[in-house]
């Protein structure tokens, strides 16, 4: 049986890109370029440890398998690759890299004059 300790799940989901928010329980929202997505998954106040159970409805909410979760906690799933897995789903909307690099290019400050 796996379990996980609440810390560190919490410390993973606000370094992965999640938001926290305090109420009755401990509510994480994935924010995503600046904005907050409608994935999301709580913790309780009360809890110490999750285990199975906990952890797959966890890994449904958040769109991943039980394996990716323990990944995304232990954290060898990053950031990135937990967007590309929302990406390739279709939970959130794909980078276009050129696109980026683009505006990025046209915002800079160090624009070459012509």
């Not at 769109?63 to 954290?75: G, H, P, S, V």
């Not at 959130?92 to 915002?107: C, G, L, P, V, Y």
Request: proline share 2%; glycine share 6%.
């Amino acid at each position: 049986m796996t379990t996980k300790k609440s810390k560190d799940i919490e410390t993973a989901l606000v370094k992965k890109g999640f938001e926290k928010q305090d109420s009755h329980h401990k509510l994480f929202w994935f924010k995503y370029k600046g904005k907050i997505t409608s994935i999301r998954t709580r913790l309780s106040h009360g809890i110490d440890e999750y285990g199975d159970s906990l952890l797959g409805m966890m890994a449904r909410q958040l769109n991943i398998t039980k394996k990716q979760l323990n990944d995304l906690i232990d954290c060898p799933l990053t950031k990135e690759q937990y967007e590309k897995t929302l990406q390739d789903q279709g939970k959130i909307e794909k980078d276009d890299a050129r696109n980026d690099k683009q505006s990025d290019r046209e915002s800079s400050p160090h624009k070459k004059k012509k």
